[in-house]
């Protein structure tokens, strides 16, 4: 079985900066794409953005030029910085990855629980 986990969500300040964390642990053969998404309140949950296994990134308009993904390959862990918090940011944000698990010869995708990130004075 595979476990997703995120961490480093919380109440930060507008203008203020987080970093989310989120590991992968279990019989993990292989990741490629991990995302982040978010759930603001009472709207749809949404792509904010993707790294696939080379660290190619893709950001929503939104986040562009304020957030960066990462990961290290390694630890199966990919992080999200985000920098200059807008209270439009807040939100519940969901890690999600394609994931192959020894004895299988297919992926499939594994969502975190979720962390909440709250942006306000």
């Known amino acids: 079985q595979v476990h997703v986990v995120e961490s480093g969500g919380g109440l930060v300040q507008p203008g203020g900066s987080l970093r989310l964390s989120c590991a992968a642990s279990g019989s993990i053969l292989s990741i490629t794409v991990m995302r982040w998404y978010r759930q603001p309140p009472g709207k749809q949950r949404e792509l904010v953005a993707t790294i696939d296994s080379s660290g190619s990134t893709n950001y929503a308009d939104s986040v562009k030029g304020r957030f960066t993904m990462s990961r290290d390959n390694a630890k199966n862990t990919m992080y999200l910085q985000m920098n200059s918090l807008k209270p439009e940011d807040t939100a519940i944000y969901y890690c999600?990855?394609?994931?192959?698990?020894?004895?299988?010869?297919?992926?499939?995708?594994?969502w975190g629980q979720g962390t909440q990130v709250t942006v306000s004075s």
């Open positions: 999600n990855a394609d994931v192959r698990v020894v004895g299988r010869n297919y992926f499939r995708e594994y």
